[in-house]
């Protein structure tokens, strides 16, 4: 899960739910956790990659 994105010169993300990972970790582009390798970070989502599966992850915003 996607919990937020910040932005700026070199974009971060933290997402939970990563293999091997308890709670949230900041990754950048091009980090491996738990065989998931971050590709893109957008204003508005993130996508990762891992093993034959691609995912694009986007923040929930929970005041809609």
Partial sequence: MLTGIVW????????????????GRVVRRGDRVGGITIKQISRTG????????????TVREQWR
């Fill in 46 to 57: 993130v996508s990762a990659s891992g093993l034959d599966t691609l995912w694009v992850l």
């Fill in 8 to 23: 700026g010169r070199d974009p971060a993300a933290v997402i939970e739910g990563l293999p091997g990972v308890e709670g």
